[in-house]
């Protein structure tokens, strides 16, 4: 093999040669295919410095090498390598390899000898490293060839003793790559290299560089995430590396520590300096928590990260996270805390006016203080007062981790999260919000508790505000003063921002819902009535009114006492709240008033399966369709559609699936019908009607195909192929159209050309997805495909209308879900009657706040459309930043727009709409996927990503009409 | 802060003894004689430390001088200051210009460029307003500030070829620093004030593991551990917010730097997030410098201010205006900060005045206040209180205390010590009592010594100097090469010949120190006779003796002699001449001084008796 290789690289450049020696090198160049390895030969050959020689590397570096190519390439930088001087050569050289090797499609098992012989003679530390690491790059290819693999081993351990850091951690990194996890045959059990590589490593946790220790402990942990189980005795040897000198050393040990924490977490070890004796994973914890003060900010944040995912330890343990014994000349203090609950259960509720009030009482005993904390002891309470916000978040997630699974430490870090509610950074405050509506099941708030995180709803960062409403909704209370302070704040915060409206409504409907009983005896003052005065209606505009009515409603709805209470334009707004709000106000047992049909949710669980099968029924009755004739078929596809699309209506959760279907059944009974069509194949561009009819229904499917293929989340190949071979029927259909009615053969080579390249395309994209489309379009063009591409385009045209003919129809298998994008534009409402009055040239900034639900990547494809009175449409792009991801599949767009136009005699209406921006381009980057990833991409310089250019656009929301008065200047 | 404000006043009457001792002090720098002088405040503090006989260091802490100013480093070449308070830095231009100290003085850059605006501000208010003379001017301020040298944090300086120092974050106050002093292989860490918990300002104080032979560190707080700072700026926040909410006017009298700067922040910044609208002033004059400095030294706050100063920078406040005298009469709501602190005079006091009357009003102190002040009968609940010419101020308006203090509480001190990892510890700058609880806690949590000497008191510590030995290339790699890689972190045992020449030190290889001195090599063997029970014959005996050893001494080669002889390493095992009686033998035993270890463990071995013969 190797033999032949070689032959067939001499063979290469010795062409080359042969040019050279004709004396003109660079014309003849041109016309063969220039070979990289011969390019590279000639110019290793010029320089005649090593400079000139690393530039020459360095620009071949920059241009990727064809699989076939590589082993030349190889060779010739070998040849080199024996030859040069220079070290920093080698090295480049020695790098190239290992980038080269790394190419996808070449087998390196053939350089692997050549690497280790070089290794042999090598004497530069710098380039010996460099070695290991591309045998690394190797070995880590050839993964499954085990005698390689421990022979590689075999040299790391040689290596190991050599006096070069950078050779010692590239061993260490090699044999915690290439470290045979799997159980080894007695034969091959003897080498060295199967010796226990735990051992091997854990002999370098005591290097004296801190790199190499660094390296040991990443090798290690690399042997983890490969599967070997650690063994315990490593557990002592990382504790010591926790009070190493170095950062990393120290970053890297405590994950070590977490690692063996969560393999061996019951068994038992000694604490030192006494006899008694505790849990591993309890140890480990409290290891872990004394780095939370470590003096670099990495560790510390890696500390606070990876306590959080310690679930298994003891509960004594978590509570000392949160403890911090305060004291004040030597007395004991209690925390700001600890009064405020004290206050609390006492009954008197007023705040230290005095100074001296917080004056500490009882005496302490000297002996019994503990300044140093010893294991748990406060490392909440330091993590959340760091200095860095970074481990502040952490520590907040971590909280959060471990509240989650432990109720009563949930009560306890409570105050804890409320205090983060005050954080100078946004983020950690945000963070801090999330976290306790994370673990708001666990909890009840008390009253001064609840004060101060009702005091962050005047924050004027609006994600706040709606953090902290989400919080209320599912936020427990214990009386009923805290329901009014809630409301009281939540409408106070609604003067302040009007905005807020939809948010805080729906913050009140939870709220209520949560708390029957507790809003029971606040009704009347609520309503404000009065048991003898009629009280004077109020607006029914009024939002706060509203928010009042919402809260009431819902608390009714499982209390039935309450309606009693309510007065008679009460039951009026109700009616009318239930119809204009019904999200937001639920259906009441009222007395006197029949309940509307009583179809409760209960019964909705089986029809949803019944629903899911019919969507199966209505798409297998269609494989029968080749059996009917073209009329009865075309009224099947009819009546499938409109079930279809009737379920869609009636089941949202299938709604993605139906419409889906529908449009692309639609889609075919369109091409159906058009090829039904007999006149317009027959000839001549006298049937123009006809060709009306045909070309807007080939229209309509490229259209819908677009549709189909970027407006539906979680497509998988097999769909968008059958969406792509939709659109290529249509564009077939297309071109037989302009053959029919062109005149001349200009445009229509032009156009069959490029349906020759869409072929090709799709071929390429979507060749694993060839063998389930037996028999359709496609199969039978590709069957043809050699003689396509030589024929004329009348020709190719006559082929094509046989090949669509002939088709047969591709049936629609689903995946589990599929969901249709589509966007609600909640602000602004296209109620307001009052013109948007703004000087006529100059611009007025129009607010922007939408739901867009099952968008992918809405940051580059989510557009906004405005449509003036004049036809003037303007498409504007939102910033990345005002995307916001407030759950999974669902993003909320919160932006400006700027709108200007010339003046006008009298405000007019402009509409705005959402769309969906696609570029084919992007899909078939897509789809390729993996393939044309670039494995060169750290060596090739600016490699600009292909323009990401719009090709259309898809109206997805509903389009919102805005009136506007441009005035004009005044003079 | 409570005893440090209270000595404040006793010591002003000894004012013109500090000067003295001081004076006398210098001159005896001076002249070269490193006596100790005894100055007179409790915080003083003064240590030798003796380093290769010539090199000196002194520290001085407390040097009263009117206010109390201390903290200046004094060394025989150097001088640097920790911070810009006043109780740092207020005898500088004393010492340098009246003086005549004339070595270098070191200061981190904010600390140079805020240092003279307060001297200035000091020397005005000593000079114009109390009429002291004998003070030093401004000219000398200018000419002191020429003198100074200023350096970066983790900047290594070099004073001279032995002594260097370097500075580390340390909180408390813009531009405040910690000292790393090192001479020859001796250093010390002088923390002046330090704070460890992180404020809206400043970061926290932090120090590597720089190890260093003491560690003097301030234990103002030796006894407390404070709460959460979160609670108290929630605290402070919530009551300025409500009385705003009631249209009340706040007033907080403040000291113009330091926690001035914390408080302005956190209110900016309170403001901007709860889309706040009232006013917020400060009094003009040396709060309105040192924010232009703030504004400079971005560098030397906090994460969130560093981060963000790219936008806006936080110094550069959009609520916080400067304040005129007028608009204290003006209608609703607002928010001054004025000075002082303790509103004993001053704007502070005016304003107070005119507010004092209204319920809705509140006055928040922040700091501590001295006995006899206004601010300090307020705070004990004084609600009428006698002005000058018999007027009565009837105090209708809330009064709050609020506690922000930027010096460091115990547990700071201790994770401090824990970080720099110190073999002593010296506490100066606190309360006696407290500071024996601390030291207490210290020996017995790190164990390490940990002194505080009393005025004038002179420690003495004993440090393990470095002596350089110079070791041959050849017997180092022969060394290297026998055991494993050698592990700074451990000591390592080597074989050699220390020759101690011509105040040289050398080692070298046994045998070169043998040529050097024309000696010649003698060996030294010992001999032991070992009697044992066994019936069998010699040779039986030797041979039972050889596969017990090697079955116990693994590792070793063990070797039969044909002449009748067993050899463990170089240990010889053999018979001697038969013996009487046929049950006992007498082995003898035989090894160099080298193989000392080994030999007498084989002898205790054959001592204990071969096991019972296994055939």
Redesign the interface.
């Known amino acids: 093999m190797a033999a032949h290789l070689k032959k067939r690289v001499y063979e290469e450049f010795s062409k080359v040669v042969q040019q050279q020696l004709e004396e003109v090198p660079s014309k003849k160049l041109r016309l063969t295919k220039p070979s990289k390895s011969a390019a590279l030969h000639i110019d290793l050959c010029k320089a005649t410095t090593s400079t000139d020689a690393l530039q020459y590397l360095l620009q071949f570096a920059r241009k990727p090498v064809e699989a076939e190519s590589v082993e030349g390439v190889v060779r010739i930088l070998l040849e080199h390598y024996y030859k040069e001087n220079d070290k920093s050569v080698r090295l480049k050289i020695v790098s190239l390899l290992g980038l080269l090797s790394q190419t996808p499609g070449f087998v390196p098992d053939c350089i692997v000898e050549d690497v280790i012989n070089l290794l042999q003679n090598e004497k530069s530390h710098q380039v010996l490293s460099q070695l290991l690491d591309t045998l690394l790059v190797i070995g880590s290819r050839l993964q499954e060839n085990l005698p390689l693999r421990l022979r590689l081993i075999e040299i790391a351990c040689k290596r190991l003793?050599d006096t070069s850091h950078g050779v010692r951690s590239k061993c260490l990194q090699m044999i915690g790559c290439l470290g045979s996890v799997e159980k080894l045959s007695t034969k091959e059990a003897e080498s060295l290299a199967a010796k226990d590589v735990q051992k091997i490593i854990g002999e370098y946790f005591?290097?004296?560089d801190p790199r190499v220790r660094t390296a040991a402990i990443k090798a290690m942990l690399q042997l983890h995430e490969r599967g070997m189980k650690l063994h315990q005795t490593n557990y002592s040897q990382a504790c010591k590396l926790l009070t190493d000198?170095f950062e990393q050393v120290r970053s890297e040990a405590v994950q070590l520590i977490w690692v063996l924490s969560q393999l061996y977490p019951e068994s038992i070890v000694p604490i030192p300096s006494s006899s008694e004796e505790i849990r591993l994973v309890d140890d480990a914890f409290g290891k872990i928590c004394h780095t939370i003060?470590d003096?670099s900010w990495v560790v510390r944040v890696q500390a606070a990260k990876l306590l959080g995912s310690m679930q298994q330890v003891s509960s004594e343990f978590l509570v000392q996270t949160l403890d911090?014994?305060?004291?004040?000349?030597?007395r004991r203090?209690r925390?700001?805390?600890e009064r405020a609950k004290e206050l609390y259960s006492s009954g008197e509720f007023s705040?230290g006016?005095?100074?001296?009030d917080d004056a500490p009482k009882e005496e302490l005993n000297?002996d019994a203080?503990n300044?140093?904390?010893s294991g748990a002891c406060g490392a909440f309470?330091h993590g959340?007062?760091?200095?860095?916000?970074e481990v502040r978040i952490s520590a907040v997630e971590s909280l959060c981790a471990l509240a989650q699974s432990s109720p009563s430490f949930a009560e306890k870090c409570l105050d804890f999260l409320v205090?983060?509610f005050?954080?100078?950074?946004e983020e950690v405050r945000l963070q801090s919000i999330h976290s306790l509506r994370k673990i708001s099941n666990h909890i009840t708030l008390r009253e001064d508790q609840l004060d101060?995180v009702l005091?962050v709803l005047?924050?004027?960062?609006r994600d706040i505000r709606e953090a902290l409403h989400e919080l209320l909704c599912y936020t427990n209370v214990s009386t009923k003063d805290c329901i009014r302070l809630a409301l009281v704040d939540l409408l106070k915060n609604l003067t302040?921002y009007p905005t807020d409206k939809n948010s805080i409504w729906k913050c009140l409907k939870f709220l209520g819902g949560r708390h029957p009983t507790l809003v029971l005896p606040l009704v009347p003052e609520l309503l404000s009535t009065h048991p003898f005065f009629d009280t004077p209606e109020p607006d029914m505009d009024d939002p706060a009114y509203i928010a009042v009515l919402v809260l009431i409603f819902n608390a009714a709805k499982s209390c039935p006492t309450m309606t009693a209470l309510f007065s008679d334009h009460t039951f009026r707004h109700y009616a009318y709240l239930r119809d204009s709000l019904s999200h937001l106000v639920p259906e009441l047992r009222l007395p006197g008033r029949k309940m509307a049909a009583m179809s409760d949710y209960s019964t909705l669980a089986p029809v949803e399966d019944s629903s899911q099968q019919f969507l199966r029924q209505s798409l297998e009755r269609l494989y029968t369709i080749h059996l009917l004739d073209p009329q009865g078929a075309q009224e099947l596809l009819d009546f499938t559609i409109r079930d279809l699309q009737r379920l869609g209506v009636l089941q949202s959760e299938l709604a993605g699936m139906a419409d889906f279907s529908a449009t692309y059944l639609r889609c075919q009974l369109l091409l159906m019908k058009a090829l039904q069509e007999k006149l317009w194949n027959v000839a001549a561009p006298l049937y123009l009607k006809q060709n009306a009819v045909v070309y807007g229904a080939s229209k309509e499917i490229l259209e819908e195909t677009y549709k189909m293929e970027f407006m539906y989340a979680g497509l998988e190949n097999t769909q968008v192929a059958k969406v792509h071979h939709m659109r290529l029927q249509a564009m077939a259909l297309q071109l037989i159209l302009t053959a029919c009615t062109s005149r001349g053969i200009e445009p229509l080579l032009g156009a069959s050309e490029k349906f020759l390249h869409e072929v090709d395309v799709f071929q390429r994209c979507f060749s694993s997805e060839l063998p389930h489309m037996r028999n359709c379009f496609i199969d039978k063009v590709l069957e043809l495909m050699p003689r396509l591409a030589a024929s004329k385009p009348s020709d190719l045209v006559k082929i094509l209308q046989a090949a669509l003919r002939q088709s047969s129809f591709l049936h629609l298998t689903l995946p589990d879900q599929i969901h249709r994008a589509s966007a609600i534009i909640i602000e602004p409402t296209g109620e307001s009657d009052n013109p948007l009055k703004f000087t006529s040239g100059l611009v007025v900034a129009l607010d922007i706040d939408a739901t867009l639900e099952h968008v992918q990547d809405p940051q580059t494809t989510v557009k906004v459309q405005v449509v003036y009175p004049d036809g003037q449409v303007q498409m504007i792009h939102p910033k990345p930043s005002d995307f916001r991801n407030p759950g999974p599949g669902r993003h909320r767009l919160i932006t400006q727009v700027y709108l200007s136009h010339t003046a006008w005699t009298e405000p007019c209406q402009i509409e705005l709409r959402l769309l969906l921006a696609y570029s084919s381009s992007r899909s078939k980057a897509s789809a390729l996927g993996a393939a044309t990833k670039q494995t060169w991409s750290d060596s090739v310089e600016n490699l600009v990503p292909p323009e990401n250019t719009i090709e259309g656009t898809i109206p997805f929301s509903k389009p919102v009409k805005v009136f506007i008065m441009p005035k004009p200047a005044r003079r | 802060m409570y005893n440090k404000a209270n000595y404040n006043v006793k010591i002003a009457s000894h004012a013109k003894e500090n000067l003295e001792s001081f004076y006398r002090y210098i001159q005896n720098l001076k002249g070269g004689t490193h006596q100790c002088a005894k100055l007179v405040d409790n915080s003083a503090i003064f240590t030798e430390m003796m380093s290769r006989q010539w090199m000196k260091v002194q520290a001085i802490d407390g040097l009263h001088f009117n206010l109390p100013l201390q903290d200046v480093w004094i060394t025989d070449e150097s001088t640097s200051e920790s911070h810009f308070h006043l109780d740092h830095c207020g005898a500088l231009p004393y010492m340098t210009e009246m003086v005549g100290y004339d070595g270098p003085i070191y200061m981190t850059h904010p600390t140079k460029a805020i240092c003279p605006i307060l001297l200035e501000d000091y020397r005005k208010i000593t000079v114009d307003k109390k009429g002291e003379t004998n003070f030093f001017t401004s000219q000398m301020i200018k000419d002191c500030m020429k003198k100074v040298v200023a350096v970066n944090l983790h900047q290594t300086v070099q004073v001279d070829d032995e002594l260097e120092i370097k500075a580390y974050y340390a909180g408390h106050v813009l531009g405040a620093a910690m000292f790393f002093i090192k001479a020859g292989s001796e250093s010390v860490v002088y923390t002046g004030d330090y704070n460890m918990t992180p404020d809206r300002h400043l970061g926290a104080a932090w120090i590597d593991k720089c190890r260093p032979d003491i560690l003097i560190t301030e234990s103002t707080y030796a006894t407390t551990i404070r709460d959460s700072k979160r609670c108290r700026e929630r605290d402070f926040l919530k009551k300025v917010h409500e009385t705003i909410e009631n249209g009340g006017k706040v007033l907080i009298p403040v000291f113009a730097l330091g926690r001035a700067q914390e408080l302005c922040i956190l209110l900016e910044t309170f403001w901007e997030r709860m889309n706040l609208k009232a006013p917020i002033y400060f009094s003009m004059g040396l709060t309105e410098k040192a924010n232009h400095y703030y504004k400079l030294f971005i560098t030397w706050t906090n994460q969130k201010i560093r981060k963000t100063f790219v936008q806006r920078n936080m110094f550069e406040f959009k609520h916080i205006k400067a304040f005129d005298r007028s608009y204290a009469d003006n209608p609703g709501p607002m928010v001054v900060f004025a000075t002082p602190g303790m509103l004993h005079a001053g704007q502070s006091l005016q304003i107070f005045k005119k507010w004092a009357g209204n319920e809705k009003n509140m006055v928040i102190v922040p700091g501590y206040c001295v006995q006899g002040t206004v601010g300090h009968k307020i705070l004990n609940g004084t609600r009428k209180l006698e002005m000058e010419g018999r007027q009565t101020l009837e105090v209708k308006m809330q009064v709050e205390y609020m506690s922000f203090s930027a010096h460091a509480d115990a547990k700071g001190i201790m994770e401090l010590i824990r970080q720099a990892e110190p073999r002593n510890v010296l506490l100066v700058h606190g309360e006696a009592k407290k500071m024996a609880f601390l030291k207490q806690k210290i020996e017995q949590e790190f164990s390490i010594s940990c002194h505080m000497p009393a005025n004038g008191e002179t420690v003495t510590l004993v440090t393990n100097p470095n002596i350089p030995v110079d070791i041959s290339l050849g017997l180092l790699k022969r060394e290297v090469s026998l055991g494993p890689l050698p592990d700074p972190k451990k000591p390592k045992v080597m074989h050699g010949t220390l020759i101690i020449k011509e105040g040289s030190l050398r080692l070298v290889s046994p045998e070169q120190a043998l040529k050097e001195l024309g000696l010649t090599e003698h060996h030294l063997r010992f001999t032991c006779s070992v009697t044992i029970q066994d019936s069998h014959k010699d040779q039986e005996t030797l041979n039972r003796i050889y596969s017990h050893l090697k079955s116990i001494l693994k590792d070793y080669s063990i070797q039969h002699l044909p002449d009748g002889s067993v050899m463990v390493e170089s240990i010889l095992i053999k018979i001697s001449a038969p013996s009487e009686d046929q049950g006992t033998k007498v082995i003898l035993v035989s090894w160099s001084y080298q193989d000392e270890e080994l030999g007498s463990y084989l002898t205790t071995l054959l001592r204990k008796g071969l096991p019972q013969s296994t055939t």
């Open positions: 003793t005591n290097d004296q000198d003060s003096t911090k014994n305060l004291m004040s000349d030597l203090k925390t700001a805390h705040s006016r005095k100074w001296g000297t203080v300044l140093i904390d309470v959340l007062e760091d200095e860095m916000y205090d983060m005050n954080d100078e950074i101060t005091a005047e924050d004027s960062s302040k």
